[in-house]
């Protein structure tokens, strides 16, 4: 938390986090009130600010970025596409 006003503030953050909807509320690793916790940390410091949500058997930490094509989209639109 103290170390928040060192982030840059040039930055654009994209939160990506998943649910395996096996009633642990996260994605078998990292719950999801952990991840969104960095909203109230850095979501008003930073250039940008969006979260993706992804839900399933997909959703498994480790599948995040290598097997699940939603997550691969919106990675490709967050470093391609216009930022809001």
């Known amino acids: 938390m103290r170390n928040r006003r060192n982030f840059p503030h040039q930055a654009h953050i994209l939160n ?3 649910n395996v ?3 642990s509320n996260s994605d ?3 719950s999801v009130t952990s991840v969104l916790s960095l909203d109230s ?3 008003n410091q ?3 600010y969006q ?3 992804t839900h399933g058997r997909l959703a ?3 599948y995040l ?3 699940n094509k939603r997550v691969q989209n919106e990675i490709i639109k967050f470093l391609w596409g216009t930022r809001s």
Do not use: Q, S
């Open 46 to 48: 930073v250039a940008g």
């Open 41 to 43: 940390i850095l979501k």
């Open 60 to 62: 498994k930490h480790p």
């Open 28 to 30: 078998g690793t990292v």
């Open 51 to 53: 979260k993706f949500a």
């Open 16 to 18: 990506i986090y998943g």
């Open 21 to 23: 909807e096996n009633g």
């Open 65 to 67: 970025e290598t097997k």
